[in-house]
Every structure is written in structure tokens, then in C-alpha cells.
């Protein structure tokens, strides 16, 4: 059973920076499309960033130009640089990962929850004004 632990959280001061961190178990970690969630306060989950098994990357547009997403697949982790954090991104954030999937594959299928059938307990980010 693949495991993925979130780590990197906490509270901050906006205009800094954070970096989260997503530690996956199980083997062949770079089969795999991964991505960043988060849920503020009393809203649904949403996507924030995807890396694919080729490594190209995806952003929602709150967060294009200030996050990075990356991924190590010789030590099965994948990280979210955030950059000019603001109150906005007070959430919990959630890793998660597709099935296997083909070696490409649309931005929407990555943008979707449903798509991810592993994830993370979530580690949280709370950012003050």
C-alpha cells in the first residue's frame, strides 16, 4: 500500500517563502503523475500545481509565477516551492497521485480530483497579514 507524507507546514508571514515537501513509499515513484491540492478555511479542495511522469508542470492561475512544482524520483519526493505567500494561501495542503496512467496525459484529467486515488493527511500552511 503507497503511502504519501506531507511535511514542510506551518504558519508564516506574508511576502515569505515555504517549501512543502511530499515523501511517497511504495516503488516506481516516477510512474506516476503527481500533484498539490489544498482546502482553506470552509472551501472545497482545489488544485494548486501537477508535475507529470515526463515532468511537465501545471499551475492554477493563483498560483502560476509563484509556485514551483518539483520532483526527485531517485528519492520518491516531490516538493512545492511557494514564493510571495499572502493570506490566500492559508490551506491545508494535500500530495496526491494518479494511478499509473499513460506517459501523457491532458492538463484537465491532472486538474481533476477525481483523477488521484492516493493521498496525503496534508500538512497546513496558515500565512498572517
Known amino acids: 500500500q503507497v503511502q504519501l507524507e506531507e511535511s514542510g507546514g506551518r504558519s508564516v508571514q506574508a511576502g515569505d517563502s515555504l517549501t512543502l515537501s511530499c515523501a511517497a513509499s511504495?516503488?516506481?515513484?516516477?510512474?506516476?503523475?503527481m500533484a498539490w491540492f489544498r482546502q482553506a478555511p470552509g472551501k472545497d479542495r482545489d488544485f494548486v500545481a501537477a508535475?507529470?511522469?515526463?515532468?511537465?508542470?501545471y499551475y492554477a492561475d493563483s498560483v502560476k509565477d509563484r509556485f514551483t512544482i518539483s520532483r526527485d524520483n531517485a528519492k520518491k519526493t516531490m516538493s512545492l516551492k511557494m514564493n510571495s505567500l499572502t493570506v490566500d494561501d492559508t490551506a491545508v495542503y494535500y500530495c496526491?497521485?494518479?494511478?499509473?496512467?499513460?506517459?501523457?496525459?491532458?492538463?484537465?484529467?491532472?486538474?481533476?480530483?477525481?483523477?488521484?486515488?492516493?493521498w496525503g493527511q496534508g500538512t497546513r500552511v496558515t500565512v498572517s497579514s
Open positions: 496526491a497521485r494518479t494511478p499509473r496512467t499513460a506517459y501523457y496525459v491532458s492538463s484537465g484529467y491532472l486538474m481533476a480530483q477525481s483523477s488521484y486515488n492516493t
Open positions: 508535475i507529470t511522469r515526463p515532468g511537465d508542470t
Open positions: 511504495g516503488r516506481a515513484f516516477g510512474d506516476y503523475n
